[in-house]
């Protein structure tokens, strides 16, 4: 959501090359060490197999929607509080209220033909049951996201960044209680060291980086940020949990599904927030108040919302050309590179301390990076002796 970005739905349609209409696709769940099987018709039929140049230009359009997207829309809402904007409910709101824009993306990926429709294995789960995760979801969502904006309101930018960093960690140990994953000497390495550079930062006494933010503000904006982070992986292991015991079929328009419609419920819960605690009597004042201007205000909060959306996405997209673990560790890996906008437009403090918590952060990004290599290497390997075999 800061990303939820937004947000990274840990499901994943593998496989970026084409192939004939009924060809079976593999689909790998994040995490999960039993891949489940679905036709790859709902993913856009094409006449011919798409070349490998193609392919790349896809993964690598979508880690710049990925990257731009949630990158801006940080910088954004770090500016909205430096300008004198003061409203979370309206920070949490804008984090999902551009989900509409993912109707495009919908439109643009959608089967060409009813009967292209992909199987399932078994009976499908009743739409009340459905709408219930759905709901329970969203609220969640929306919580996850006030925390991040009272991180994001109380930490310097660079700080919230790299705290955020830790979501990985917190992902890798959820996914092994929730969804049996394994953990192996690299993504344990990865735990460690993610989690030592988020400490680095809880003890660093010289964090705060402007005198109107008190030290128990700063206290609660980590405190919150990591729980954040927490909650923000516990909401990829449910997905997930989601996908395998009750969806029982992860394709590209369920994906995409879940997304906007656990948005919808987020939106609407951050709208009622907004105006059951008093803060939109405040906005207002807040618009004249804003010292760039009542214009730069709007633009402001409309553009945070888009590169919310734009980041989105890029996680939808990787998630459909790649994998949602490549998807995670791209949206992960994109918080180190905020704190370096982060002193040349706010002029935050990068002391040692978190030129140290960066280098280690991105350490432990490349160590579970690798782990995902291999398991890929691995799967494909296991994946051409299957058809050798056959």
């Not at 790349?56 to 954004?76: E, H, I, K, P, R």
């Not at 909205?80 to 804008?94: A, D, I, P, Q, R």
């Not at 009340?128 to 969640?140: C, E, P, R, S, V």
């Not at 618009?287 to 409309?302: I, Q």
Request: aromatic share 12%; charged share 10%; glycine share 8%.
């Amino acid at each position: 959501m800061a990303g939820y970005d937004g947000n990274g739905n840990s499901n994943a349609v593998r496989g970026g090359g084409g192939g004939s209409n009924q060809e079976e696709v593999q689909i790998e769940i994040a995490g999960s060490s039993k891949p489940a099987v679905s036709l790859a018709h709902e993913a856009p039929q094409q006449s011919a197999p798409v070349k490998h140049w193609q392919w790349w230009l896809m993964v690598v359009l979508n880690m710049f929607f990925l990257v731009a997207g949630q990158t801006s829309a940080t910088l954004l809402g770090r500016f909205y509080y430096n300008e004198g904007g003061n409203s979370k409910w309206l920070s949490t709101f804008v984090q999902t209220a551009g989900f509409p824009v993912l109707f495009i993306a919908q439109f643009l990926f959608r089967p060409k033909s009813p009967s292209t429709q992909a199987t399932t294995s078994g009976p499908e789960a009743s739409i009340t049951k459905i709408t219930l995760i759905y709901i329970a979801l969203g609220l969640i969502i929306a919580a996850d996201d006030l925390m991040y904006s009272y991180g994001l309101l109380y930490l310097p930018v660079s700080t919230y960044s790299l705290i955020c960093a830790s979501q990985l960690a917190f992902n890798a140990v959820l996914s092994y209680f929730l969804n049996a994953q394994k953990f192996t000497p690299l993504i344990f390495n990865s735990v460690l060291l993610l989690t030592f550079s988020a400490s680095l930062l809880g003890v660093d006494e010289d964090s705060p980086s402007s005198s109107d933010i008190s030290q128990g503000n700063h206290v609660l904006g980590f405190v919150l940020t990591l729980g954040a982070s927490a909650t923000y992986s516990l909401i990829l292991s449910l997905m997930q949990v989601t996908f395998e015991k009750v969806i029982k079929r992860e394709t590209f328009s369920v994906v995409l599904n879940m997304q906007i419609y656990t948005a919808v419920v987020a939106t609407l819960a951050s709208l009622v927030g907004l105006f059951a605690s008093g803060e939109w009597k405040t906005l207002e004042g807040e618009m004249h108040m804003f010292s760039p201007g009542k214009v730069s205000y709007v633009m402001t909060v409309l553009w945070t919302a888009i590169s919310w959306q734009i980041a989105s996405v890029g996680v939808v997209g990787l998630i459909f050309v790649v994998s949602s673990l490549f998807s995670n560790v791209i949206s992960t890996l994109a918080l180190p590179i905020i704190p370096v906008f982060a002193v040349i437009f706010f002029h935050d403090k990068m002391d040692g301390i978190k030129i140290i918590a960066m280098l280690i952060a991105i350490w432990g990004f490349i160590s579970y990076g690798y782990q995902l290599y291999v398991d890929d290497k691995k799967s494909r390997k296991t994946s051409s002796s299957v058809e050798e075999n056959s």
